[in-house]
């Protein structure tokens, strides 16, 4: 079943909004005070150029390597397969992270600390697994459902927290100084990743061309109606508390409403991790097989969907595991998807015809250049899986070349094997 403008609307929102409203107005305001509006505002008008570019390109380039394939169009493919590792093997750094956001709401809700978190993302991954395992007509339907609820819920809890704000709480506006304000547009990276995750799923649409940039642009009115909202009415409602509030959804219900509303907002930000992780695992299922299908991953592994989407699932729960801090993994993710914009936007400029598009894509592409370099140091990572990606098709060529030389034994033997296998399959 294809997707139709609301079912990609959804995919779209749920990959952009995600984790990073439950969490990003508390991190944000942490280390720019109420000067982190403007942050909030810069990245919501970056999301305009940079969401057209990529509605353009997979309007006009419709496959499911998405960003991957525009490089590809672009540069040639160790460009692309350098592109596509960095964004394929984010996902299952990211889908940890993303879960711990929501983790630690249900922990305030029933205790329980990171044996809670951990659970948490289990079944949340569980979840998004079995949806698409059983193909995109289940992930579009229910991710619509999702953000139908998940937008109404938000747009109440602006509602009734909004008549307690003070608008005393924008002072001492920038506590730490204008500099704060690039700290965080780093921290709020995160929150915004998500542009291009839904690249991958333009050949699953009716009409890539019509309904892409139908879909993309109202996404980008209510992702950026909904981050903004939200933002301002923590920093007006919360005020300075809000720096340290693990759970500002929570706070802001509680004033607005006031009972017992933990529960409601820990429902809340598992079902935005679920849309968010949903989005991203669905794109990178097909990623992953595009990429084997284009020689940079080994087939037997990635080429299919489902055995893409298999080893996501096998490498989040290794992640877990791993000895790293939320913040320096959000990073990490970050750094990766702002190299995977910046490539991708430069790709843009070579394949978009001269036009408002290609004009967009300009304003887009210096745009994620100012964003790289605020990320800093955890960037280095994505060089460091661009490299991996280039040295893996360096070994494939030299195995290929070696293969083909001629021998004794394959002399005089060069008819095709009628049992040999397709070089790779793509559900």
Known sequence: ??????????????AVLGTGVISMPALAAGVAGPSSLVAWAALILLSAPLAWTFAALGARHPDAGGVSTYVRLAFGPRAAAAVGWCFYFAVPLGAPAAAAFAGNYVADVVGGGRRTVIVTFLGIVGLVYVMNWFGLRISGRVQLWLTGVLAT?????????????????LQPFAPHGWAGIGAAAAVLVWGFAGWEAVSSLSPDYRDPRRDVPRATAIAVAIVGVLYLAVAATSVLVLGPSLGSSAAPLADLLAIGVGGPVRAATAVVAVLLTIGAVNAYMAGASRLGAALARDGALPVKVFGTQRGSLTFVLVASLGAVALPVALKTSMLLVTG???????LGTAAALRLLPPGRSRAWAGVAFVAVLGLLLLTGPPALLSLVVAAGAVVYQAWRARRSAKMAMPSSISVGSTAPNPKTKPACEVA
Do not use: D, E, I
């Open 1 to 14: 079943m294809k997707l139709n403008v609301a079912q990609g609307t959804a995919l779209s929102v749920g």
């Open 153 to 169: 819920l938000l747009l109440v809890t602006v509602a009734t927290a909004l008549p307690h704000a003070r608008w005393a709480n």
């Open 336 to 342: 990766c998807f702002t190299l995977v914009y910046v």
